[in-house]
T-cell receptor, first 111, second 114 residues
Framework: GDSVTQMEGPVTLSEEAFLTINCTYT??????LFWYVQYPGEGLQLLLK?????DKGSNKGFEATYRKETTSFHLEKGSVQVSDSAVYFC??????????FGSGTRLLVRP | SAVISQKPSRDICQRGTSLTIQCQVD?????MFWYRQQPGQSLTLIAT?????????ESGFVIDKFPISRPNLTFSTLTVSNMSPEDSSIYLC???????????FGPGTRLTVL
């Protein structure tokens, strides 16, 4: 079945460092891809999405590009802030619209 | 977008009892989903709840344990039956508003079973 694999955390960075969180997927069709973020004590929020190959999703300085050839959707940000500390989930949506999540990556940004 | 509320936000329950979680959406939506997030874990889909049809359960989840109602296009309930400590999790409902390209989540219900 479809699945999502993302890098293990926690990831600890200093403020203004470059962030990459790797995400790869396995799917039989052409899924939509998402990054969700869960800030401490808060609910799950959609961070960005891409619905077809080569699409780039972006929001709040975060970017991810849908790479069909490498089945990847890596999350990047050029300069992280302390407020970016959260758990990040990569997910795909299959033909039935249900979401399949990766295991989540905790990001801790130190001042 | 969609604004989703859940009740209760948290509860502490005794083993063997049942809890019904409510999910209310501010607009009419066809597709609703219920997820479980066990402590420190990712989200796992429990079932898809579409109005006018029986809920569709994922592998490992059964209707007797997690009965779901979907009486209209803005409301759904999930019941966690005959609870055990292993049911301690955050339960979240979500809705799809754009044909698989966007899904919004409720704030979750944090359940602790003693």
């Amino acid at each position: 079945g479809d699945s999502v694999t993302q890098m293990e955390g926690p990831v600890t960075l200093s403020e203004e460092a470059f962030l990459t969180i790797n995400c790869t997927y396995t799917a039989t069709g052409y899924p939509s891809l998402f990054w969700y973020v869960q800030y401490p004590g808060e609910g799950l929020q959609l961070l960005l999405k891409a619905t077809k190959a080569d699409d780039k999703g972006s929001n709040k300085g975060f970017e991810a590009t849908y790479r069909k050839e490498t089945t990847s959707f890596h999350l990047e940000k050029g300069s992280v802030q302390v407020s970016d500390s959260a758990v990040y989930f990569c997910a795909l949506s299959d033909s039935s619209y249900k979401l399949i999540f990766g295991s989540g990556t905790r990001l801790l940004v130190r001042p | 977008s969609a604004v989703i509320s859940q009740k209760p936000s948290r509860d502490i329950c005794q083993r063997g009892t049942s809890l019904t979680i409510q999910c209310q959406v501010d607009s009419q939506v066809t597709m609703m989903f219920w997820y479980r997030q066990q402590p420190g874990q990712s989200l796992t889909l429990i079932a898809t709840a579409n109005q006018g049809s029986e809920a569709t359960y994922e592998s490992g989840f059964v209707i007797d344990k997690f009965p779901i109602s979907r009486p209209n296009l803005t409301f759904s309930t999930l019941t966690v039956s005959n609870m055990s400590p292993e049911d301690s999790s955050i339960y979240l409902c979500s809705v799809d508003t754009s044909g698989g390209t966007e899904q919004f989540f409720g704030p979750g219900t944090r359940l602790t079973v003693l």
